[in-house]
T-cell receptor, first 112, second 115 residues
Framework: NAGVTQTPKFQVLKTGQSMTLQCAQD?????MYWYRQDPGMGLRLIYY???????DKGEVPNGYNVSRLNKREFSLRLESAAPSQTSVYFC???????????FGPGTRLTVL | AQSVTQPDIHITVSEGASLELRCNYS??????LFWYVQSPGQGLQLLLK??????LVQGIKGFEAEFKRSQSSFNLRKPSVHWSDAAEYFC?????????????FGKGTKLSVKP
């Protein structure tokens, strides 16, 4: 089991560029999440998906879109990157019986 | 609104000293509670979790946490800190009442360990 995987690990964008962060889990979990982590702010929920085909906004969704491609994959897209989106992005999936969220290793994104 | 508060932004302790990191939650009902640790440049690792039952929970790496309903607290403790414990610690609560199982995080406490 690879758990939760994220690509890429690092990315530098220029303002206005677009990109997609990929996330996949091999634990057959239904729910998946995207968080961003900023210094002094903890982790904040961007979007989540309770099941394949459904997505919902979290606390900080502006500037992002998501796609739950299938049960395994949940991608996060920045259509027009802004410096305020410089952050570390974590994907997670929710274990059975709400036991635990499993986190990916993160993507460190810098927008210049 | 639901929230998790970690009052201490940064704590420094000497190696071998005891440690207590504070966490308070604001929820309508008792949530599922978690402590995660994040080493520099790394992802989040689960230390321990509380759902119900015994209010003293044992975790990995010698950590424990005590749930106190009357104080809405879930403080993390370790009797003797090691230099390798230097990291950032996050308390989180999961709202199991909803279908989405959102995690709400505190803002974190950075732990420094003096030799």
């Amino acid at each position: 089991n690879a758990g939760v995987t994220q690509t890429p690990k690092f990315q530098v964008l220029k303002t206005g560029q677009s990109m997609t962060l990929q996330c996949a889990q091999d634990m057959n979990h239904n729910s998946m999440y995207w968080y961003r982590q900023d210094p002094g702010m903890g982790l904040r929920l961007i979007y989540y998906s309770a099941s394949e085909g459904t997505t919902d906004k979290g606390e900080v969704p502006n500037g992002y879109n998501v796609s739950r491609l299938n049960k395994r994959e949940f991608s996060l897209r920045l259509e027009s990157a802004a410096p305020s989106q410089t952050s570390v992005y974590f994907c997670a999936s929710l274990g059975w019986s709400y036991n635990e969220q499993f986190f990916g290793p993160g993507t460190r994104l810098t927008v210049l | 609104a639901q929230s998790v508060t970690q009052p201490d932004i940064h704590i420094t302790v000497s190696e071998g000293a005891s440690l207590e990191l504070r966490c308070n939650y604001s929820y309508g009902a008792t949530p599922y509670l978690f402590w995660y640790v994040q080493s520099p440049g790394q992802g989040l690792q689960l230390l321990l979790k509380y759902f119900s039952g015994d209010t003293l929970v044992q975790g990995i790496k010698g950590f424990e946490a005590e749930f106190k309903r009357s104080q809405s607290s879930f403080n993390l403790r370790k009797p003797s800190v090691h230099w390798s414990d230097a990291a950032e610690y996050f308390c989180a609560a999961l709202n199991y009442g909803g279908s989405q199982g959102n995690l709400i995080f505190g803002k974190g406490t950075k732990l420094s360990v003096k030799p």
